[in-house]
């Protein structure tokens, strides 16, 4: 058998999605995959502990390129990709992106992480077109569609039409070697992970921060890429709130696990999540978490977590203010984590991925 696997995505980066495939793509080497690699990666993977045949695809179709990359695998995906599939001999060809070659004869698998361009870009911006009008094409197109939450699937469904029986949900993991109990003292600050466009509602959970009757004695920390649509207004907000606002950008996967572990709570109270990384890695390292009770949030921390409406800013201020001034509740938080990361394993996520591909290939 052939399986073909477009890791255009791949960057080095900790990214979701070179996080997903940096750790299910290793565990189905036994398959003996043919991997499609742009230059970089393509030495990137060489370093992995295994031999795998790859196949050398544009740089130009890496997202370290910005937004031009997905013209280009759209491009490359109609235009190039069902020659080099059939050269390959390819008899399935597995795309952990919502990408394929329309009309292809080749058996197919993507995976679809989110739909959030959909409800929180503007219509004629790129993000929506692609996530309105391609991926449903391509999850129909496709033979089966891995998605990583089952709200990611029902959206799936609803958007696109495909029926239940075409959905494998494949939920994420963390990496336990990184993510994990420090037992480092706790400091006095309040962390947010991730990247900070509108939908992930950072201003609304810094409004409700300065509303903490005690937050003169902990500081806001922002931890993730500093971007400069975003960035400045979080900071002139954090001045005009006159609270202590700190950014730690790009911290290194290590570095972050120690800011989760010291710090007294993490507040992810994002409007829209495929899955919700950012707070399993935090309940993994026994940190507190308040987070959204809206999409696919609480499928993630079931009651390890406290869950508020993130419309909210009385709510999450009052979240917060239980966490910073009741200890009992914060090593409840903190255990219930624990005991909830512990059901998430990148082991069941591949052999759940392997499930779908074999099946596909039979």
Request: aromatic share 8%; charged share 15%; proline share 7%.
């Amino acid at each position: 058998m052939t399986i073909v696997i477009n890791l255009s995505a791949l960057i080095e980066k900790s990214t979701g999605h070179s996080v997903c495939i940096n750790n299910i793509v290793p565990g189905l080497s036994d398959l003996r995959p043919t991997l499609l690699l742009t230059s970089g990666m393509r030495k990137h993977w060489q370093r992995l502990p295994f031999e795998l045949p790859t196949e050398q695809i544009p740089s130009a179709l890496s997202p370290s390129n910005g937004p031009s990359a997905y013209a280009a695998r759209l491009v490359w995906n109609q235009l190039k990709a069902p020659n080099l599939l059939s050269r390959l001999g390819a008899e399935l060809f597995y795309s952990p992106l919502p990408e394929l070659p329309l009309g292809t004869e080749v058996p197919t698998v993507a995976t679809v992480y989110d739909f959030i361009p959909f409800h929180h870009s503007a219509k004629n911006s790129l993000g929506y077109r692609y996530t309105a009008h391609y991926v449903p094409r391509v999850l129909r197109q496709a033979n089966h569609v891995i998605a990583i939450s089952q709200f990611t699937a029902d959206e799936a469904m609803k958007l696109s039409g495909i029926p239940a029986s075409k959905i494998t949900v494949t939920p994420l993991a963390y990496d336990s070697g990184v993510f994990r109990f420090l037992d480092l003292t706790t400091l006095p600050y309040v962390l947010f992970v991730g990247r900070q466009p509108k939908y992930k509602n950072v201003e609304t959970a810094l409004k409700a921060f300065a509303a903490v009757s005690n937050q003169r004695d902990y500081e806001f920390v922002i931890a993730g890429p500093e971007d400069r649509r975003y960035t400045p207004i979080l900071r002139r907000l954090g001045r005009e709130l006159g609270i202590r606002l700190r950014f730690v950008s790009y911290p290194t996967t290590a570095e972050l696990a120690v800011l989760m572990n010291q710090a007294s709570v993490l507040v992810h109270v994002s409007l829209s999540e495929g899955f919700g990384l950012t707070v399993l890695e935090a309940m993994a390292c026994g940190t507190p978490v308040i987070a959204s009770n809206t999409t696919s949030i609480p499928e993630v921390t079931g009651s390890a977590a406290l869950l508020v409406d993130p419309t909210s800013e009385i709510a999450i201020k009052q979240a917060i203010e239980i966490v910073l001034t009741d200890s009992a509740t914060g090593r409840e938080l903190s255990d219930n984590g624990l005991k909830r990361a512990q059901k998430f394993s990148w082991e069941s996520t591949t052999s759940l991925t392997r499930e779908v591909l074999l099946t596909q290939l039979s």
